[in-house]
């Protein structure tokens, strides 16, 4: 297979969210344009986000009720009220709090009434309004997954919340006369969805036009698995593992090992691949198209289950009645580049990783990750040590589940830190730094680094505790977090090691 090759760059990963904003949370506003700006100051060339799609159980961007939508939340109001379709008071006030964590409720609960004041408003005017060609644009261009969606969303919030599966059943199994009543029926709601994901796509295209101008690219992130309460199952359902009732008949999860005993549990449903392949992986081809219309270059978060996967019974109590089944491996790479073309996707290969794995990745020439915060306190064969890091892979200091690397290194045991001293040939005062650079110099074509990594924070700065329920996603970098001096000491590195 060849490679699809990537130039030497570095970058760094952040979530929007985590940016200033004025009102609760990062926006695409303009604090994000000027982040842009000192990103590019440091010399870096890419920005690695969490995926885009609106957050769901626990605020977490990789729980979604869409898998092609736009997070509401991401919405800048100042441009909307530039806009015509929101007032000044509109955009005053705001959630205060603690301004290094976003209260998600408190923030959704300003933005939720005024974005459907301005919904409402573009719907009023028409095509008086002076978005009304760029807006029917949209929705003639995403119609393949956008209607679907938006009464999906319509529907639900009809129902209370409840999963598709309890609706009646009319509207669970999707007969034609149920779903054009509820469209009647609830033709404001969609409207306002379809206009909410008008707002998202015109402002993201605004700010990778403003990427593009700076010559970064974007790295997005594409869990492979989707809510089992979404509308694509909803709509899908045939592409899903599910019993004519619609619920779940197997479901994903990773089985027990050194650190669970009873393995993890996601209850994600399972693709049926053989349904899938009939008529070329058209979804997925979708969905790509969809993440490489967003974003330059793609993560797909669990890349393992295309070489095999744990499928666990439906209803299980825990992980370990799962069972190894076969993925769609070259098979399905193959579909996507012959819809697509050249892919450009990075594989996250993290974890219980088998030789089939390895296999595989070689196979479809992607590359994989290495994370160095992985690499110590064992013997040299470790594979995420440096002198095992090979061009064709994307190296990183941690990951958004792993802890701050100063917070790791605070928590490390005694033979950890020897490890990384001698590994390194450094004191370990300025720890940190030591991983940043060691991360730019590898060998791999693209290094990142979170952002919390360079300014140095403690684990009261982590983006994400894998297994912990709560009190996820929520970091906020202060407004004057981005300074000159870092910048240029990133800019040292990067020019050392040619980034």
């Known amino acids: 297979m060849t ?39 440091t010399g870096l060339r890419a920005w690695q986000v969490l995926p885009l799609v609106p957050p769901g159980a626990g605020d977490s961007p ?32 705001g959630p205060a709090g603690d301004p290094d964590r976003v209260d998600f409720g408190a923030m959704q609960a300003f933005k939720a009434p005024r974005l459907q004041k301005a919904a409402d408003r573009l719907r009023a005017a028409g095509p008086r309004h002076r978005l009304a060609d760029d807006f029917a644009a949209f929705r003639a261009a995403e119609a393949g997954w956008l209607e679907d969606t938006a009464l999906f969303w319509a529907i639900k919030q009809q129902q209370g919340g409840a999963a598709w599966w309890t609706w009646p059943a009319g509207l669970r199994d999707r007969a034609p006369k149920a779903l054009a009543e ?11 969805t379809v206009a909410v994901q008008f707002f998202f796509q015109r402002q993201w295209d605004r700010v990778r036009a403003a990427c593009a101008q700076r010559e970064l690219i974007i790295i997005g992130d594409l869990p492979i698995y989707v809510d089992a309460d979404s509308a694509d199952v909803w709509a899908h359902r045939r592409l899903f593992a599910l019993d004519a009732q619609g619920h779940r008949t197997e479901v994903a999860g990773v089985p027990p090992d050194a650190f669970s005993a009873t393995g993890q549990l996601w209850g994600n449903p399972l693709y049926r691949w053989d349904v ?13 198209r969809r993440a490489l219309s967003l974003h330059d270059r793609v993560r797909i978060d669990h890349f393992r289950a295309f070489a095999n996967y744990w499928a666990v019974p439906g209803g299980a109590e825990d992980a ?60 040299a064969e470790n ?46 005062h300025d720890l940190v730094w030591d991983f940043v650079r060691v991360c730019l110099a590898s060998v791999a074509d693209t290094a990142i680094v979170p952002l919390q990594d360079l300014l140095c924070l403690d684990g009261s700065a982590r983006m994400n505790t894998p297994a912990v329920a709560g009190g996820n996603w929520s970091w906020r970098a202060r407004p004057d977090a981005f300074r000159e001096d870092i910048a240029a000491r990133v800019k040292m590195l990067v020019g050392l090691y040619g980034r």
């Open 3 to 41: 490679h699809e090759r990537f130039d030497r760059r570095g970058g760094l990963l952040v979530h929007p969210t985590s940016l200033p904003g004025p009102h609760g949370a990062g926006d695409l506003g303009p604090d994000t344009l000027r982040f842009l700006d000192w990103l590019r100051s």
């Open 62 to 93: 990789y729980s979604s009720w869409s898998a092609f939508a736009g997070s509401p939340w991401l919405i800048d109001l100042f441009d909307l009220r530039d806009l015509g379709l929101l007032d000044d008071g509109d955009v005053e006030g």
């Open 383 to 428: 594979v995420y040590l440096p002198h095992h890091h090979v061009p064709h892979s994307v190296v990183y200091t941690g990951t958004h589940d792993n802890d701050t690397t100063l917070g790791w290194w605070l928590a490390a045991e005694p033979h950890v830190q020897d490890h990384v001293r001698h590994y390194f040939g450094i004191s370990g």
């Open 276 to 288: 899938s392949a009939k008529d070329g992986h058209r979804w997925w081809v979708e969905r790509l």
């Open 320 to 379: 370990r009645g799962g069972r190894w089944v076969d993925g769609p491996g070259v098979e399905f790479f193959d579909a996507m580049r012959d819809a697509l073309g050249a892919l450009p996707i990075l594989a996250e290969d993290l974890g219980l990783i088998d030789q089939p794995v390895r296999d595989l990745l070689e196979a479809v020439g992607l590359p994989g990750m290495k994370v160095l915060q992985f690499a110590f306190g064992g013997d």
């Open 182 to 192: 509820a469209r009647a029926a609830l033709d404001d709601s969609v409207e306002r």
